[in-house]
C-alpha cells in the first residue's frame, strides 16, 4: 500500500500564520498584567510580517534575475555567441543552470557539425561513384548501339562483345567495391577478432594475385614464420592485404617481384610488402590512401581507386596502422602494423 504524501506548508505561510497569532494573542490576552509584555505580542507579530513581506519580494526579484539571466543566456546561444554574463566558478544556480546549457549546446553544435561533415562525405561519394560509373557505361552502350546498328565480322563482334564483357566486369568489380566502402563507413560490418595464424591470412591474400603475378611474370616471394599468431579477423585482414599485393602486382613491370615479409615486435607485427614497381612520390604518400585516387601513371591503368582505402580502414578498425616508403621509380614498400 502506497504511503500518503505528507504536505510541506511553504515558509512564508507559516511565518505569516505565526505573525497572526501573536498578534491575535496580544488583542486577546487582557488577563496578562503586565502591559510591557501585551504589547510585545503585536509588536512581535508586525516584525515577522513586516520580514516575511521583505523575505516574499527578495524572493519575487531572485527569481526574476534567474529566469532573466536563464533567457539571456538561451538568446545568447541562439545567437551563436558567447553569453556576456556567466560565472563558470560560481556556486550559484544560474551558474549550473548555464553550465548544462552550454554542456548541451556544445554536444548540439558537434552533433551539427557531424551532420554537415556526413552530408558533404555523402555528396563526394556520390560524385565520385557517377564518376567512376559513366565511362564502363558509356562504353557498353556505345559497342551496342554499333552491334545493333553495323554489319560487322565475326572477328570483330568477338572483338566488341569481349570489350563488353570487360566494361561489365569493370562495373560489377566496382560496384562490389562501393559496397565495401559502405559497409566501412557506415560500421555495418562486424569484425570477429580472435587469435589466429597470419600465415594463413597471408596464404589467403598471395593466392588472390597469384595468377594475376605469374601471368606478368611477376616472382611472389613469402617470409613468414607458420607459428605467429595474432589476434586479427582472418577474412577482412585477407582482404586489407589482398588490396596491397594487387595494388603491388598492378603497378611493378613484367619480370619485377613482390616480397612479403612478417617480423613480430613487442606490441605489434609487421607486415612488409615490398615490390619492385614504380613506386611513389613523397608528396602523395598521404594521397594513395583517399578514395578513388589514382594520379600519375596509376591513372592509365585498370582499378577504381578504393583498394588501399579499404586496406587502410579495414586495419584501422583492428586497432593497427599502415605506413608507406617508396622512390619514384624504384619500388614500395607497404607497412602493416597490426596489434599483438
Sequence with gaps: MRRPEIQRIPANILLSLTALFLILAGVLWDYIPYAAT????????ALILLFTALWK??????????????????????????????????????SKVQGKLLQYYDRMQEGRRQSEQDKQTLQEMVSDISHQVKTPVANIRMFTGILQEHSLSCEKQAEFLATMAAQTDKLDFLMQSLIKMSRLETGTFALHMEDGSLYNTIAEAVNGVWAKADRKHIR???????????????????????????????????????????????????????????????????????????????????????????ARGIVTRQMGYISVKSEAGKGTVFSVFLLN
Design 38 to 45: 501585551r504589547i510585545m505580542f503585536p509588536a512581535s507579530g
Design 220 to 310: 611472389m616471394e613469402v617470409e613468414c614464420d607458420g607459428r605467429i599468431s595474432v589476434r586479427h579477423d582472418a577474412k577482412w585482414t585477407a582482404e586489407a592485404l589482398g588490396n596491397i599485393l594487387d595494388n603491388a602486382v598492378k603497378y611493378t613491370p613484367e619480370g619485377g617481384a613482390v616480397r612479403v615479409c612478417v617480423r613480430p615486435w613487442h606490441f605489434y607485427t609487421r607486415i612488409d610488402i615490398e615490390d619492385t614497381g614504380i613506386g611513389i612520390a613523397k608528396e602523395h604518400y598521404h594521397d594513395v590512401f583517399q578514395r578513388f585516387y589514382r594520379g600519375g601513371e596509376q591513372a592509365s591503368s585498370e582499378g577504381v581507386g578504393l583498394g588501399l582505402y579499404l
Design 57 to 94: 519580494r527578495g524572493q519575487r526579484r531572485q527569481e526574476s534575475d534567474f529566469a532573466n539571466h536563464i533567457c539571456q543566456t538561451v538568446d545568447a546561444l541562439l545567437d551563436r555567441r558567447d553569453p556576456e554574463w556567466f560565472q563558470p566558478f560560481e556556486d550559484s544556480q544560474v
